[in-house]
């Protein structure tokens, strides 16, 4: 006889069904882990991931250990969906999850890898709430706002801390303080900060200081009213960090501090720096570390040192001795933040042979053909100009026959080259045409009836269902060509990278290609799909299927990125 309970006897279980729900998860004891509640007022885009992430590297300094959230309001269940224009890059993490570009930040800021246990969305609430009440464990209550919607958010946060061991977890929440869709997170930090007891949740808010250029002074009416709207919701931050342009100037300091009724000392600087990843020592300067450990209770910690190789790298990134220019011939031209890992690998090889890498748009939607498939005079004369050139992931029709416009100039003219995802593709696609004679190879995303489709479907997907289900997401092993410039960039036989795609190299025309001299020097063990393409001979032309940005930290850049860096740095030297 089966033991399970029926749905008529969940619902008449006990006498208090509201006692039957904890967001407390097993083995969990509140006040172990201590937490910062990072939220944004007057606009979004304000960096809130960068200085979470810069606190992040001062505590670690300081010898604990910490853990990253980031809470999302949009009710997509992930970042794979999301438009780049809108929200920035999908950033892929280790067990494939996708998600908001800030978690990318915080792995390369603490030299960690995070997992889905790092983002959270009101779209996974929704589902995780709906599966909760179907299974019966608010049975005989009603759903409620409060305690199961904010309990959820609580429960996801406290397994996070749980799950890293955390001795400080930095929860950031998403766009601004007056959405809509962040006022669950915001209520439920608020409770939680109930819930832990006194002083163990500290919170933080950042603000845009604006400078009206015809006043020539700052102005801080705009952040107040934002922090006021925050205390409204119940919430009176213990510190405001300030944003702006410029340094911010002590009289706007003294009335924040006054009018807010924060101590002037919690008032802190945060204006534009030249990288992102001089935020640590900023931050230390003004003793933002000893501040909030001073409220924990931990003050004696706050002695940290600063990782010395951290040290060094913002010393040679102060003290270049070459500078290159680089082409990103992609789709999303515009804000950075769309190709926001490219850029950052980017500094970080180019500061690992002291050299500041000057990276140039190139729409490849506006690149015109010219005679004989190759590109247009003017943006011939662009690329002339340049060392090198990437053609990174995107997605669509749009943009492609001008990257593989790009990749022809720079295959013709020993150009470095280097196609990351969709660019390996590309590469594959004007090898196909210019090399083997196949007019119309194509891929099979864009034209389906090619009838040379050197780019397919990967087999797997045929049968998956969604969007993100369709795709090979997270880290995989990449088995590489002795001899190869794959091996020669990695030191070894192996690698492990990232990835997202769904379109594979066609392995049938794969010994055409040996023929006309490509090398597929990457694949996946024991199957025979193509992760890495190059041509021996040319200075330096690598397409790979992964995204070796992803894995890049300041400390420890990508091997791929800096081959191809050492390799635009002799082009330069040559032109």
Request: proline content about 6%; some cysteine.
């Amino acid at each position: 006889m089966s033991t399970a309970p029926t749905r008529l006897s969940l619902l008449s279980a006990g006498s208090d069904p509201g006692e039957q729900y904890s967001p407390v998860p097993p083995g969990y004891t509140p006040g172990t882990t201590k937490y910062i509640v990072i939220t944004g007022s007057v606009m979004s885009g304000l960096g809130k991931g960068i200085f979470s992430s810069g606190l992040a590297r001062l505590l670690e300094d300081c010898g604990l250990r910490t853990n990253l959230i980031k809470m999302d309001g949009y009710f997509n269940e992930d970042a794979g969906t999301l438009s780049p224009y809108r929200h920035g890059e999908a950033f892929v993490l280790e067990d494939g999850t996708e998600c908001d570009m800030d978690v990318g930040t915080y792995e390369r800021f603490v030299n960690k890898s995070f997992s889905s246990l790092n983002i959270f969305t009101n779209g996974r609430l929704t589902q995780k709430v709906h599966e909760l009440e179907r299974g019966g464990r608010f049975a005989g209550s009603d759903v409620q706002f409060y305690p199961h919607v904010t309990g959820e958010v609580i429960r996801f946060v406290r397994e996070s801390a749980l799950a890293y061991k955390a001795d400080v977890t930095l929860v950031e929440i998403g766009g601004t303080v007056g959405d809509e869709e962040n006022r669950t997170y915001i209520s439920a930090m608020g409770d939680l900060a109930y819930r832990e007891g006194e002083r163990n949740v500290y919170f933080i808010n950042l603000v845009w200081i604006i400078e009206a250029a015809h006043l020539r002074e700052q102005k801080s009416k705009a952040a107040q009213h934002g922090t006021a709207l925050l205390m409204q919701m119940g919430i009176k931050p213990h510190m405001l960090v300030c944003r702006a342009e410029h340094e911010l100037q002590p009289g706007v300091q003294h009335k924040l501090a006054d009018r807010l009724r924060i101590p002037r000392a919690n008032v802190i600087d945060l204006h534009n720096l030249e990288t992102i990843y001089l935020v640590p020592q900023h931050l230390r300067r003004q003793k933002v570390d000893r501040i909030v450990l001073d409220y924990f209770g931990q003050g004696r910690r706050a002695a940290g040192v600063e990782d010395p190789a951290w040290a060094q790298y913002v010393k040679d990134f102060l003290a270049p001795k070459d500078e290159i220019r680089i082409g990103l011939a992609g789709t999303y031209m515009g804000p950075r933040d769309m190709y926001a890992s490219i850029h950052n690998a980017f500094e970080h090889a180019g500061i690992r042979v002291r050299t500041r890498v000057r990276v140039v748009d190139v729409p490849s939607d506006r690149i015109e053909d010219g005679p004989a498939g190759e590109i247009g005079e003017r943006a011939a004369a662009q690329l002339r100009g340049l060392d090198g050139i990437l053609v990174p992931s995107d997605f669509g029709r749009r943009g492609l026959e001008g990257g593989i416009a790009c990749i022809r100039h720079a295959r013709a003219h020993g150009l470095p080259f280097l196609g990351i995802c969709h660019g390996f593709q590309a590469a594959i696609i004007e090898f196909a045409r210019s090399a083997l004679g196949l007019a119309q190879a194509h891929t099979t995303e864009i034209a389906p009836d090619t009838p040379d489709p050197v780019i397919r479907l990967l087999l797997e997907q045929y049968e998956a269902e969604g969007i993100s289900g369709g795709m090979r997401l997270g880290k995989r092993r990449v088995e590489l060509l002795p001899g190869s410039l794959a091996a020669q960039i990695y030191g070894g036989t192996e690698a492990f990278e990232r990835f997202r795609h769904r379109y594979e190299f066609n392995p049938a025309y794969r010994e055409r290609f040996a023929e006309k001299g490509m090398v597929f020097s990457g694949w996946i063990p024991d199957h025979p799909v193509m992760q890495i393409a190059e041509l021996p001979g040319h200075p330096f032309f690598l397409g790979v299927q992964f995204h070796p940005e992803f894995t890049s930290r300041p400390v420890n850049p990508s091997p791929v990125f800096v081959g191809f860096v050492k390799a635009c740095i002799e082009h330069a030297a040559r032109r």
